[in-house]
């Protein structure tokens, strides 16, 4: 069966940080695109980020870029997501999907809330 396991979400002030964890298990995500995605309360899920698990090129939304870092830990099977300098406006539950190619999103999590207060 496979999974995908969020967590380190919370509450943080404005210009804190937080590292979201994204656990995959039940088959090898080899070749797969590894994404962040968020959803605000009242707004459509958008796109944050995204990795290609084996090649580890990256790519961000204009909104995230340099100040949240996509990773991985191959030996753990897990995928990250560094926010530093966090705003208000970056409050959503976040969520991490995996696919076959970018424009794919084959598997999901249940998704971490985020909270950043002014």
């Known amino acids: 069966q496979v999974q995908l396991v969020e967590s380190g979400g919370g509450l943080v002030q404005a210009g804190g940080s937080l590292r979201l964890a994204c656990a995959a298990s039940?088959?090898?995500?080899?070749?797969?695109?590894m994404n962040w995605f968020r959803q605000a309360p009242g707004k459509e899920r958008e796109f944050v980020a995204r990795?290609?698990?084996?090649?580890?090129?990256?790519y961000y939304a204009d909104s995230v870029k340099g100040r949240f870092t996509i990773s991985r830990d191959n030996a753990k099977n897990t995928v990250y997501l560094q926010m530093n300098s966090l705003k208000p406006e970056d409050t959503a539950v976040y969520y991490c999907?995996?696919?076959?190619?970018?424009?794919?999103?084959?598997?999901w999590g249940q998704g971490t809330q985020v909270t950043v207060s002014s």
């Open positions: 999907a995996a696919g076959p190619n970018v424009a794919q999103y084959t598997y």
């Open positions: 039940g088959r090898t995500f080899s070749g797969y695109i």
């Open positions: 990795m290609h698990w084996s090649y580890g090129s990256t």
